[in-house]
């Protein structure tokens, strides 16, 4: 009699999992808050990131990751007038060479699904990611967080209706020490940091 109360409770208890499963199976996923998601996904490809409330975070932030780096007056790759003289007093050297210690550039958004950050002409011209410098300091804003590249693509167009910058491209591998798979190859490595400023 034990023994058929047994196999009585072992059925039991593998209908009530299989009804818990098919309960999950039908159950609308648990979706993150975008800013949540990039966060996540932009860590896990080893970006390091800063997140500021005001221009004074952004300022100490900056000057920590100089301090870090050891980048007091060394030469420095951008090619934004407004983002240089933002920066400026740091005692850098502001300048077009792509063989300076670090690239300094805003972008075009930040994209949430997989973490990486898209580039356009208008940050690095006509360069390849390869010829641009190893380390990256990006400054971005809250607002230009995006669920996925076709909603970064389609603002580049809505802003440039116009001229469409050329040379869009994204960066997503932030780790020098990764071993590569399949899906990394032929993509540049980026020390990349992400100062990124609350302006919602």
Request: charged content about 30%; overall charge negative; glycine content about 4%.
């Amino acid at each position: 009699m034990s023994l058929f109360k047994r196999l009585l409770k072992s059925k039991a208890k593998s209908e009530e999992k299989s009804k818990q499963s098919d309960h999950s199976k039908y159950f609308p996923e648990e979706k993150l808050p975008i800013d949540e998601k990039f966060t996540y996904n932009f860590n896990k490809n080893g970006g390091k990131f800063l997140y500021c409330e005001n221009w004074q975070e952004i300022s100490e932030a900056f000057d920590n990751i100089l301090l870090e780096n050891d980048w007091y007056e060394k030469e420095v790759f951008c090619i934004d007038e407004q983002l240089s003289e933002k920066f400026d007093g740091y005692n850098l050297k502001f300048n077009k060479n792509t063989q300076a210690s670090f690239f300094l550039s805003s972008c075009e958004s930040l994209v949430a699904n997989n973490g990486s950050i898209l580039l356009s002409s208008n940050q690095i011209k006509e360069k390849k990611l390869h010829e641009l410098p190893t380390n990256f300091v990006i400054f971005a804003t809250t607002s230009q967080l995006v669920e996925n590249i076709s909603e970064g693509l389609r603002i580049i167009k809505n802003q440039s209706r116009h001229s469409i910058p050329s040379n869009i491209t994204t960066i997503q591998d932030f780790e020098n020490d990764k071993e590569k798979d399949f899906m990394s190859y032929g993509s540049s490595t980026k020390n990349l940091y992400l100062l990124l400023l609350e302006d919602l």
